[in-house]
C-alpha cells in the first residue's frame, strides 16, 4: 500500500555525491530491500515513492537536495539567475554520456521539460512545469514550442518563468532527464505502455540490467558516471514484506532494509546489524472538516488538540523513534518556527476549554445546544504506528467527552471522502457529510510552496487539496507571497508566521513525525541514509 | 448438526446413551460452555475496560508489559489489558465464528441437497450459481461493500458467511448424488415420501459427516478471516476486540521472539474452540448416524 | 461422456460471459481508482482527472467491459496501470512461481491426508489419531502468517537451515542443476506452511469418509469373508476417502493459478497472489481482471472435473445434467 500524500520520496532525488575519496575496495554485489515493488520505472509517469527509490539510482536530475535542504550540482554543473530573477539559465556538467554511450545534452533536457507540457501527456507532472512561459500555449495546442524553454548551445539551457517564481530550483530537482534518442521516439500518449517503462536507460550511476517482477530489480554500475563510478560493481534491490524483509536482514541474505519500529528490538540484539536512525519531514495530523460547524469551532479543535497525548505515541508506538510536531513544519524543516508554542498534553484544560465553550458532559459526551460531540474518523490501514495511534487518539477524546468512531480503510477509498465525486463521476465540492476527521501523513517538501493547495480558498475539492476547507485568507496570504519571494531570509519569515498561524487555529492537529530506521549488515560500508533518503550516497557503498 | 434431525432421535434416548459414552464430546461442551458464559458475562468478568489505556503507578501508559499480579496476560503494544480483551473478544468471536458457520451451513446444505436431489435444470442453475460465487472477486466485493454499508457484526458475519458457502454445497451435493439412488432411499420414495421428507429425513442425516467437517474448519476460518477483513475497512473497527485482531496485531518478529503473552492467548482460545467444536461434531456424528448400530 | 463435456462447455463460456461482467462491475464500483492511488501534492487534481478521462475510467461500465472484452477476444489483456507493462507478459512471470508451490504442497497434502487419515480411521481414538487431529487444527487455528514468521524465525533465522525468502539466492548466480536444487531449498519453508495450514480440511475429512466406509455393511461382509485388513483399507475404504479429495481438488484448482496471498508475502516469493493484492490495493483494473477472469475458468473447470471424477470412482454417482 502506497500512502502516497506522504510523499518522502519525492524529495529524495539524485544519488551520488561528488565522489573525492576513492573506494577503498572496488567490486563486489550488495544487496538492499525495500517493501513495496516500484511499478512503472518512467519518472515522469506517476512516481511513486518506490519508483523513485529505483529511478534516482538510474536518472539524474538537473540539481539534487543537499543534507540542509539546499540544491546542488547535479547534471547541472552551474545556473545562473537573471536580474529579474525570472530566468535561470543552466550550464551542464561536461562530457555526459547516457548509458548506452550516446551524449547527454541540452536538447535531453529541453525535449524533457516539452513533453510534460505535451498535450498528449497524461503522467501527472504538468502542474510542475506550467509556470513556465509558454508552457500552457503549447499544451493547449497554441503554439509549436514552449517559448519559455531556450537551448543555448549543447551544454546551456535557460527557463523563463512569467512570474518570479521562487521554486524553481526545487521543480528542476523533482524532474529526471530523459534521453531524447529513445523517448522521442515514443508517442507520448503511449509512454504509460512501452517497454522502456521496465527497461529504462538513463545517465545515473547504475544502469539498469533487469526487472523480476515480485522479486528484484537488478543494476550494474555505471563506470563511466560522470561523478565518478560507484565503488560497487552490482546493486540488486528485493522487494517484500517488512518483517520477511527484516529477518533476511538479520541472516545477511540482504546487506540492508527498513526497520518496522516494533521490530527494532530485534536488529538491536544481532551484533552484524547497525541501525540509522534518520529524520524525516513527513509528518501525521489529524484532518478536520471545518465545514462541519462542531469542527468550526475553534474551543472543540483546541480541546481535542490538548488531549491527545502525542508524547504517548512517540514513546509508546514509535518506541521514542519519533517527535511531537507543534505545527506543519516538523522541526527539520528550514521554515520551522523555532519560537511556536507548544501543544501541551493537558487533558484538564482540555475539559475546561470545552466547558468554557459551554460543552455540557452528560452520560460521557458533551453537547451544546442538541448537537453532541460525535464524530467518525477515517485512517488509513497498513501502518501499525498510524493505526494504533487511531486507537490511542480515540481513548483519549473519550476521556473529554468527545466520542469518536473510528474506520479504517485503505488509501484509495480515503482518497473518495476527501475529493468526492458525483453521480457522473466528476469531481465535485466537499460538504459537511463527506467526512469529519482523518488521520493522514503529509510529506512537507523541502519548498513548503504546496500548502498553497491545500491552505487557501480557491484549493478546495476539485480545484486543489484543501479538503478541511480552510479559508482563513491571512493564511492564505502569507502563502501567495511566500511564492512569489525568491529572498530567502523574507521567505523564511514569511513561512514562519504562517506556522504559527496555523499552530493557533488549527485546521490540522499535527501529531508526531516518525523517524526513519535502517539497519545495514557490516559488511556494507558507508551506507548512510539521511533526511534526503536511503540512496544518497550510493556510489560510496562498499562491500568486503 | 443436521438440524432437521436432531430432536427425533434424542427423544429415542438411545443416542444420549451413546453421546455421553463420548467423554471428549461431553469435555467439549463443557468449553464451549465455559466460553459462552465467558462472552455472555465478559463485562463481569474481565478485571478491567479493554478499551482503557493501563496506567502505571506514575501515570504513564504501560505499553507492551509482561504478565504481572496487576495484568495477568500483560498488555498490549496500546497498553490494554490483554486479559480483558481476550474475555471480550470471545463474544465477538464466538459470535462471528459459529454465526457465519452456520450461515453457511444451511446455505450450503439447502442448496446441495436440492441440486443433488432433483438433478436436471435445478441442478444445472445451482451448480453454475455456485460456480458463479467460487469465481467471484471476493476482494473487491468486499471493498464495495464497505462502501455502502457501516462495518458491524452483523455485516462481517455476513459477508463471510455468503463467500464461504461453496464448499459445504459441493460436499452435500456430492453425497446426495451418491445416495440418492441407495436402496433405501428409493424405497421411502416408493413408499409415497415427499421430496422434502426424503431430502432432510433420509438423505441429510447419512451426509452428516463431510458436512460437519466442513462447518467445524468454517468456524475458524471464519474467526481468522474477521480480522482480515478490518484491514479492507470491514471487520469490527476499533477498540473493538476480537481474537482475530489481537493475533494480527501481533505479527512482528519481535512479538514472536519475546513477547509470547500477545500471541498465545488468542492463538489457544481458537485452537480450543475449534478442537471442542470438531470432537462435538464427531459425537453428535456418532450419535445420530443412522447406520451406527 | 462427450455430449456431457460439450453441455457444460457451453454453460461455462455463459457463465464466464457473465461473471465476468459482474466482476468488471463490482471493481468498478469498489471505491477509489488507480489514478486516485498516485495522488500527490505537486500534481493538480485536474491532472488526475485528465489523466483518469485517458482511460476511460470514467465512462459508463458496459462500455467499459465491451472495450476489455473485445481486446480479450483478441487475445490482449491490456496493460498494468500501475506498472505500465503488458498484463500478459506479467502473469507469465508470475504463474510459474505459484503453481510450483501449490501444486507440490497439494501432492503433499493429499499424500500425508491419505495415510494418516486411512489410518485414524482404522484406529480411531489412537496416538496418532489425536496427535494428528490436535496438529492440523492448530494448523487452521493459528493464521498463516503466523506460521511463516515463526518457521523463518526459528529455521532460518535462528538454525540458519533454510533461506528466509525469495525464489533463489539472487546474488549467488546459480545454473542448472545448482539452481534447481537451490530453488528447491528456497521452497521448503513456503511449502511447509501451505501444507500444514492446508491439510486440515482434506485429512478430516478423509478421516470421516473411510470410517464411515469401514461401518458400511459391505465391508462387514468382506471382513467375515476373510479379507485382509490391509486389502478392505485400501480397495474399499480408500475408494470411499477419495470423494471428498476430488471435491477438494476441484474447489482448489484456481488456487494453483491464484495462489496463496499470505504466504506468498511472509515469503516473498514471486507469485500470483501478491500480484492480486497489490493490484487491488492500486486498483489496477486490467490485472485483477486478468487474474479473476482465468481464475473463473478454472473454477468451472474443476468443477467440471470433479464431476467426471465423481462418476469415476464411485459408480453409485449417476448424472442426469
Known sequence: MRHLLTLSAALVLASASAQTAACPKIGGTATIAQNSEPGNLNPLIFPTTYDTNIEELVFNALVKPTADLDYQADLAQSWTFSADKKTITFKLQPGVKWHDGQALTAKDVAFTLTAIASPKYNGGAFSQVEVITGANAYHDGKAKSISGIKVIDDRTIAVTTDKVYAPILATMAGIMILPQHIYGKIPVENWQKDATNRNPVGSGPFKFKQFRSGELIELEANKNYFAGRPCLDRLIVRFGDANTMLAALVKGEVDAAPVPVPSVASVKSSPNVKLSVVDQLNFDYVGTNLRNPLLADQAVRNAMAYAINRKAIVSGLMSGYGNVVDTLFPKSHWAYPTNVKPIPYDPALAQKTLDDAGWKMSGGVRSKGGKTLKFRMFYTTGNPVRERGAALIQANLRQIGIQVDLQSMDFPTLVTFLLPKDGKGQPRAVTTSDFDLFILGFGIERDPSEYLSYFTADGQPPNGYNFSGYTNPAGGNLLVKGQETVNQATRKSLYNQFGLMMRDQLPWIPLTQAQALYGNQTRLHNFAPDIRGVNVNVTRWWVQ | MSVAAVPKRLAGGRGLGRFTRHRLALISVVVLGLFILIGVFAPLL???????????????????????????????????????????????????????????????????????????????????????????????????????????????????????????????????????????VEAAGALGAGDWRIMFRHILPNAAAPIIVQTTLGVAEAILTESALSFLGLGVQQPIASWGNMLSDARTITVLQSQPWLWLPPGLAILLTVLAINFLGDGLRDTFNPREK | MLPFIAKRGIQGVILLIMVSFISFAVMNLAPGNAMQTFIN???????????????????????????????????????????????????????????????????????????????????????????????????????????????????????????????????????????????????????????????????????????????????????????????????????????????????????FFAGSVITETIFAWPGMGRLLVDSVFARDYPVSMAINTITAVLVIVGSLVADMLYGLIDPRVRFDG
Open chain 3, 41 to 255: 501534492p505537486r500534481m493538480s487534481p485536474q491532472e488526475i482527472t485528465r489523466a483518469e478521462n485517458a482511460l476511460g475510467i470514467n465512462k459508463p461500465i458496459p462500455v467499459q467491459y465491451l472495450g476489455w472484452a473485445s481486446n480479450l477476444l483478441q487475445g490482449n489483456f491490456g496493460y498494468s496501470v500501475r506498472n505500465g507493462e503488458s498484463v500478459t507478459a506479467l502473469l507469465k512471470q508470475r504463474a510459474g512461481p505459484t503453481l510450483l508451490l501449490t501444486a507440490t504442497s497439494f501432492v503433499l497434502i493429499v499424500f500425508i491426508a491419505l495415510v494418516i487419515g486411512v489410518y485414524s480411521a482404522a484406529r480411531p481414538y489412537s496416538l496418532v489419531d489425536y496427535l494428528s487431529t490436535t496438529l492440523v487444527f492448530a494448523g487452521i487455528s493459528i493464521p498463516s502468517f503466523f506460521f511463516g514468521l515463526t518457521l523463518i524465525y526459528l529455521f532460518s533465522v535462528q538454525l540458519g537451515w533454510f533461506p528466509t525468502s525469495g525464489f533463489e539466492s539472487y546474488s549467488a548466480g546459480h545454473q542448472g542443476l545448482a539452481l534447481f536444487l537451490d530453488r528447491a531449498w528456497h521452497m521448503a519453508l513456503p511449502v511447509c506452511v501451505l501444507t500444514l495450514t492446508g491439510i486440515a480440511g482434506i485429512l478430516r475429512h478423509v478421516r470421516s469418509s473411510v470410517s464411515e466406509a469401514l461401518r458400511q455393511d459391505y465391508i462387514r461382509t468382506a471382513r467375515s469373508k476373510g479379507v485382509g485388513e490391509r486389502a478392505i483399507l485400501v480397495k474399499h475404504a480408500l475408494r470411499n476417502g477419495l470423494i471428498p479429495v476430488v471435491t477438494l481438488l476441484g474447489l482448489s484448482l484456481p488456487a
Open chain 2, 46 to 184: 474481565a478485571p478491567y475496560d479493554p478499551y482503557d489505556l493501563a496506567a502505571g503507578p506514575g501515570g504513564e501508559i504501560q505499553f507492551t508489559s509482561a504478565p504481572s499480579a496487576a495484568f495477568w496476560l500483560g498488555t498490549d503494544a496500546l497498553g490494554r489489558d490483554v486479559l480483558s480483551r481476550l474475555i471480550f473478544g470471545t463474544r465477538v468471536s464466538l459470535t462471528i465464528g459459529i454465526s457465519a458457520a452456520l450461515l453457511a451451513l444451511v446455505i450450503g446444505v439447502v442448496l446441495g441437497v436440492l441440486a443433488g436431489f432433483r438433478g436436471g435444470w435445478t441442478d444445472i442453475i445451482l451448480s453454475r450459481f455456485t460456480d458463479a460465487v467460487a469465481a467471484f472477486p471476493s476482494l473487491f466485493l468486499i471493498l464495495t461493500v464497505s462502501s455502502f454499508v457501516k462495518p458491524s457484526l452483523i455485516t462481517t458475519v455476513t459477508i463471510i458467511g455468503l463467500l464461504s458457502w461453496v464448499s459445504t454445497y459441493r460436499l452435500m451435493r456430492g453425497e446426495t448424488l451418491k445416495l440418492r439412488h441407495q436402496e433405501y
